[in-house]
């Protein structure tokens, strides 16, 4: 049994919009939630890797609890370290491409300037350690075809994220206070699913160099900055939204004071990099409020 790509993580809110895309085209795809593989065992996967025979692996299946990664890092390892190297290792067998999604944790958060792909790693935090394991494994095991995407900031209609926190408290809070000293890219699951399909389909064409890109949206601001313009979409007063200090929201694992990513690799691969973070949340928000009311009734 052959497959073109096979999707890990499918039932999460990044895996859901990939998988929505790729059969939108009309592609074979097999999308597997944790029930149907737990990527850290080997042997399992390295037994639907060679029944599925894909000509590429996308995982999206990761420990995203970051604060609970401060206390459960073993555990975070093994799904966010030992998964993606046991895919690898299984894509080696078969040939197939791999791509890894990552995060901007995997950072210091002190720059001053968005990091580009090869800027030096330094997480601080249980999670962004675990992450970077798994990108090293699969750079290390897959040289030439393995595929890291690190994200941030992601939003999408298919899970829980921070616009959908925001419109939720909207409509039941006078004011809310939001952190204004953290930078970052507000990024639509939707645009990041679609570079990975490009992707995937220009390493299968070998016009994409294996190594890291980073897949977030154009463009910075802070979460006070991205809370004020859910405001205004929803017709209410940015004035509600009130400044404060990430101090103010003390929680287990350190948040990077800055996030922003740069894109130059992209274009290396013949992809324009993912558009501004304000035009997407425009283009987003009918389908994310209508999710929301449905999900309330």
Not at 86 to 92: F, I, P, S
Not at 162 to 181: C, P
Request: glycine letters at 12%.
């Amino acid at each position: 049994m052959t497959t073109t790509w096979l999707i890990t993580g499918c039932t999460g809110m990044l895996g859901q919009d990939v998988l929505a895309r790729l059969r939108r085209d009309g592609e074979s795809t097999v999308g597997l939630a944790r029930g149907s593989l737990d990527i850290t065992h080997a042997e399992a996967v390295a037994d639907v890797v060679d029944a599925h025979r894909p000509r590429i692996v996308v995982n999206c299946a990761a420990w995203t609890a970051v604060d609970d990664a401060e206390s459960h890092e073993a555990d975070a390892l093994r799904v966010n370290g030992d998964g993606p190297r046991h895919l690898a290792e299984a894509c080696v067998k078969t040939g197939a491409r791999l791509i890894q999604v990552s995060t901007d944790y995997v950072f210091g958060g002190d720059g001053t300037g968005p990091y580009p792909e090869d800027a030096p790693t330094a997480p601080r935090g249980a999670y962004g350690r675990t992450k970077l394991a798994g990108e090293q494994a699969v750079l290390t095991t897959l040289p030439d075809a393995g595929y890291v995407v690190r994200t941030a900031w992601l939003y999408g209609a298919g899970g829980g994220n921070f616009v959908d926190t925001m419109i939720g408290l909207e409509s039941v809070k006078d004011t809310v206070d939001v952190v204004d000293d953290q930078r970052g890219q507000p990024t639509w699951t939707v645009d990041l699913a679609d570079r990975l399909v490009r992707l995937g389909r220009a390493a299968l064409a070998g016009a994409a160099p294996a190594g890291v890109y980073h897949g977030t949206s154009g463009g910075e601001t802070t979460w006070f900055g991205l809370a004020q313009e859910i405001f205004r979409l929803l017709g209410a007063d940015p004035g509600r939204v009130r400044p404060t200090t990430g101090t103010a929201f003390a929680r287990p694992a350190p948040r990077p004071a800055y996030s922003v990513l740069g894109h130059g690799r992209w274009r290396r691969a013949g992809i324009e990099p993912i558009r501004d973070w304000r035009e997407a949340l425009h283009t987003a928000f009918p389908a994310l409020l209508d999710e929301k009311k449905g999900s309330s009734r």
